[in-house]
């Protein structure tokens, strides 16, 4: 398999996986993944803008990201949310009431309630990430994990949705009418294994009613039912079995062989879907609610599977394979039965490793899969055999060019491979078996079974199987120790080998099914009187006798009958609708030749010529009419002898509609008919007696007549050779343009992706201009509040930008921007602006000074490099200060300090200014 194995969890969990919906989920921390792509953005913001921060959820996002660019999608979504938004980053623990996000390039794995990365270096994996996380979390975390499949393109995440319902798991996609792309929500809902569609908005109250529910919901207990004559729990008891009964009457599917824990867990869960507490209240749900008990029952079978399902035990498998393929040759059959097929993909697993091992050996056996499930839905979908593209994580590249053709919804098994798989309806619990199996799949079923159950359905793999055949089973599956109908081969990987024990008989199913009323009927039957067999046992035998030695090897009477028949009948080929020779008795292949040319199986082609046209006639005749048509011929030359034959050919009927029947008569040699003639009365009527010319001439005619006819025939076969090898042409024609249909799929695919991580590119920059203008509405506003002049000019010391105070300096209109600032006339006296401009570039340090303008204004104006946030300088910041308030207020002070200073100096006495301290600060001239 591939780098991307999705299933390693459930092999490693095997072991602890004791039922459909494992006990272990229930202590694990309830974990809700999210799951978009175009047009997701806007919808997970929604989404967390309407969860509180303390639902004690943890929550995954696991989106389709450009893996060109660093996702910001952390930042945007910490702006809607009081919970902690995490870009894991590496191996992290998963904690309530945090939101985790995947980065680029990278897979999402849960396993003992952490999160681990993965790389994902293929392009043709960026389908399946998504679902690689869903279905570890549902193996981890079972009924404690949620999946929502929010608005994107193709079908990313079907596949996981389906795990995460079989182990107990709540699934919900967006609603598509309300979906900015609605090809992931309507993916998800065709599955049949969505629980909601809702919109986006109503989904967190839904979540966490849901998860409070699971608190108040009361059910039977998951062992033995509960003993008494009355109380709660023998009242939820007779609830369950009505409901079972209900569903068993509305459905047909009695589950009385599964768990109990199955069945209890899997109401349960509905009964949290539906918000109802009481076992009663849901028996009343389930009978008044439409679509309810169908709901239930798709519950309770779980139709779900994938490709190569625990890739290392279909490894395991791969390797004991050849052990199928001994002693076959190409007129045998490798015989596989599927049991609990679901969907059908590891129907198609196994054909496609038959097929794979098959193509190595020089002359291989046929190979037939039978594929059998419940679930007749499941059955028509298998048939089908249309898959969508995220099985890219579980097949690898060189089985999808092989085995499957790419479509606009996804990938459809190819037609040789689909020929191969039988897909039909069945109970192997009620049914009768298949017989004479090299190999039984029974995978991830008999964990659903209670302990009667999966001893019976091992009985009846052990009599279906040969010989040495091979059981295969799920990773939670095994046979008990000291089992006397099979033998480990690998444990470890589910493999076991069926003994060879004296079988007893067959083993009869319960119920309602095929065997138990075949068996009924002929108990009953009143047509006849029963005879014992021991009525017509030959007297003083102990023993019939059942086969007979023959050249050392046993002959059955019945081989023994058809040899006799053979023996004795006239030789017979049969043939199609085609005229393609199906099958022939051994004595058959005298009267038939083959020419030049390719190889053919057409009886036309190989029959002698002089035969052609009237056996052409006859089988055409029969075939329409139904009635036996005979071709009665002259003398032939036949192996080096003349001899004469009487054809006839027969519709085979209903036995086999469409198969025509050439008995071929031998009257005897041209010697033997030249005696008989002389000794009977009446000679044949190919025989002339005297010379007649009108006759001769007759016969000349007809003769020429079939010459011609026989030149035509070979014209119009020529013809038709021609026409075959321009259908081939066109076949290759065909192939040629649906290569390119392939390649264009892949294109638009590709572009599909690309306008994916625009969409999500343009989400962000959305973000960023948004933020821009919130940033650039505070500067401008901060420049308002505060009425400082501000310049920006760039290194050439053009003006880039500048405030509306400083429109009034220097007389600043819009088309001033671009210009440079020495050709800007400006009211201050401040002639060495631009030369301290320069001197800012040159020396990276600030200058300040004060300047005024003629009137009364005053500004400080101060020139500072501008730095960019990497910092670069990119050029010079002008800010001009008005001080003229604190420029009068010194002058004034220092007027009032020199009229002080007189007044005191001028005095008649001595004046002493002294500090606190006793400083002197300030004497008189006195």
């Not at 059981?471 to 060879?500: A, P, T, Y």
């Not at 570039?841 to 020139?863: D, F, I, N, T």
């Amino acid at each position: 398999m591939d780098e991307i194995t999705p299933d390693h969890s459930e092999e490693y969990l095997g072991d602890q996986i004791d039922d459909a919906v494992p006990t272990r989920g229930y202590q694990m921390l309830p974990v809700v993944g999210l799951d978009g792509s175009a047009g997701g953005i806007e919808a997970l913001r929604s989404f967390f803008e309407k969860m509180p921060a303390q639902s004690g959820l943890a929550f995954v996002v696991v989106m389709h990201l450009s893996p060109e660019h660093e996702s910001l999608l952390d930042e945007l979504l910490q702006r809607c949310t009081q919970m902690r938004v995490v870009q894991v980053r590496e191996a992290m623990k998963i904690e309530p009431d945090t939101i985790y996000v995947i980065p680029p390039r990278k897979t999402l794995r849960t396993f003992d309630g952490t999160l681990q990365l993965g790389d994902l270096p293929l392009e043709r994996h960026r389908h399946v990430a998504v679902d690689i996380f869903f279905r570890t979390l549902a193996d981890t975390h079972g009924p404690h994990a949620s999946a929502i499949v929010l608005s994107g393109a193709d079908g990313d995440g079907a596949i996981g949705i389906k795990r995460i319902k079989e182990r107990g798991g709540l699934t919900i996609a967006q609603d598509p009418e309300e979906a900015l792309v609605s090809s992931m929500p309507r993916a998800a809902i065709a599955t049949g294994m969505v629980d909601w569609t809702l919109p986006v908005v109503q989904m967190p109250a839904r979540i966490l009613q849901y998860h409070s529910m699971a608190r108040s919901v009361r059910l039977p207990p998951e062992g033995a039912p509960p003993r008494g004559r009355a109380g709660a729990a023998v009242n939820d008891e007779a609830a369950l079995r009505d409901v079972l009964a209900f569903l068993r009457s509305r459905t047909g599917r009695d589950f009385t062989g599964y768990k109990r824990a199955t069945i209890v867990r899997r109401i349960g869960r509905r009964m949290q879907v539906n918000s109802i507490s009481e076992v009663a209240d849901y028996l009343d749900c389930l009978r008044t609610r439409p679509g309810e008990a169908g709901a239930l029952l798709q519950d309770l079978l779980i139709s779900v599977t994938n490709f190569f399902r625990d890739s290392d035990c279909f490894a395991a498998l791969e390797a004991q394979l050849p052990r199928l393929f001994d002693g076959k040759s190409g007129a045998d059959t490798v015989r596989v039965w599927v049991a609990g097929c679901a969907t059908g993909e590891e129907a198609y697993s196994l054909a496609m490793l038959l097929a794979e091992h098959a193509r190595t050996l020089d002359a291989p056996p046929a190979l037939q899969v039978f594929a059998t499930d419940l679930d007749d839905n499941a059955i028509r979908i298998a048939r089908e055999g249309v898959y969508p593209n995220s099985i890219e994580g579980d097949v690898n590249e060189e089985r999808l060019r092989r085995f499957f053709v790419k479509e606009h919804r996804g990938f459809r098994v190819r037609r040789e491979l689909r020929e191969t798989v039988l897909f039909a309806a069945h109970d192997v619990l009620r049914d009768s078996p298949f017989s004479r199996l090299d190999l039984v799949s029974c995978r991830n079923l008999l964990i659903y079974l209670n302990r009667e159950a999966p001893a019976r359905v091992l009985d009846t793999f052990h009599f279906a199987l040969l010989p040495g055949g091979i059981m295969f089973l799920g990773s939670s599956e095994s046979v008990e120790d000291g089992s006397q109908h099979f033998s480990v081969i690998d444990k470890k990987h589910r493999l076991f080998g069926q003994r060879q024990v004296p079988r007893v008989s067959l083993p009869v199913p319960t119920g309602s099914h095929t065997m138990a009323l075949a068996l009924e009927a002929q108990m009953q039957a009143r047509s006849g009187p029963v005879v014992s067999g021991a009525a017509i046992a030959r007297r003083g035998s102990e023993t019939t006798r059942s086969a007979l030695e023959v050249g050392g090897r046993t002959m059955t009477w019945a081989e023994l009958h058809l040899k006799l028949v053979e023996h004795l009948a006239p030789p017979s080929i049969l043939v199609d609708a085609e005229h393609e020779i199906v099958h022939m008795s051994p004595t058959a292949g005298r009267f038939l030749a083959l020419s030049g040319g390719e190889p053919t199986r057409n009886v036309l082609r190989l029959i002698h010529p002089s035969l052609r046209i009237e056996l052409r006639a006859a089988l055409f005749k029969a075939n329409m009419s139904g009635e036996p048509a005979s071709v009665r011929s002259g003398r032939l030359q036949i192996g080096g002898e003349t001899v004469r034959l009487d054809i006839e050919v027969r519709a085979v009927g209903d036995m086999a509609p469409g198969l025509l029947l050439i008995l071929i008569n031998t009257l005897g040699t041209a010697e033997t008919a030249e005696t008989a003639g002389t000794a009977d009365a009446e000679p044949p009527v190919w025989v002339r007696q005297g010379s007649d010319p009108v006759a001769d001439q007759l016969d000349r005619q007809v003769e020429h007549l079939k010459s011609h006819l026989r030149d035509t025939v070979e014209q119009y076969e020529a013809s038709t050779e021609e026409l075959k090898a321009s259908n081939e042409e066109l076949q290759a024609m065909n192939e040629e343009l649906r290569s390119a249909t392939e390649e264009l799929e892949t294109s638009r695919e590709e572009l599909q992706s690309i306008n994916e991580e625009l969409t999500t590119v343009n989400h962000e920059l959305k973000s960023k201009v948004d933020e821009l203008g919130h940033a650039n509405s505070d500067m401008q506003n901060l420049m308002d509040a505060t009425a400082i002049a501000t310049v920006f000019l760039d290194r050439d010391l053009r003006i880039t930008r500048y405030s509306p105070s400083a429109v009034a300096l220097f007389n600043l209109i819009a088309t001033d921007v671009g210009r440079p600032l020495a050709h800007l006339h400006t009211q201050l006296r401040y002639p060495e602006l631009v030369d301290d401009a320069r001197r800012v570039l040159e020396r990276l340090a600030p200058v300040e000074r004060q300047v005024g303008e003629p009137g009364s204004h005053s500004y400080l104006v101060r020139l500072l490099p501008y730095r960019t946030l990497d910092d670069r300088i990119a050029g010079v910041v002008l800010t001009f200060v008005d001080i003229s308030e604190r420029v009068k207020g010194a002058e004034a002070l220092r007027q009032s300090e020199d009229r002080f200073s007189a007044i005191v100096n001028n005095a008649a006495v001595g004046v002493v200014q002294v500090e606190l301290d006793g400083t002197i600060r300030f004497v008189n001239q006195h």
